[in-house]
């Protein structure tokens, strides 16, 4: 991603603003390779990587970063 950051022509800050990561967490995700799931897919999405979640998500085609992290999350069942 830092390869692809710097061929778009992107400082850590604009990539951040644009991707709505914080700064800091890319550049922990830079140095170590440690980020959310979510942080990871908007990066894609901006730096235009998102097809290579393909894989992880079989079946669908997303098209923005809505439709990979803004899924409702299913209530816990509790058993009695």
Do not use: C, H
Not at 38 to 51: C, G, M, N, P, Q
């Amino acid at each position: 991603m830092k390869r692809r950051r710097i061929q778009y022509g992107l400082t850590q800050r604009d990539l951040a603003e644009r991707s709505n990561v914080s700064y800091g967490s890319l550049r922990l995700f830079e140095k170590s390779g440690k980020i959310s799931l979510e942080s990871l897919v908007k990066i894609a999405f901006v730096l235009e990587t998102e097809a290579q979640f393909d894989q992880l998500f079989p079946g669908r085609q997303p098209q923005n970063i809505d439709d990979v992290v803004d899924r409702p999350l299913k209530q816990r069942v509790r058993r009695k």
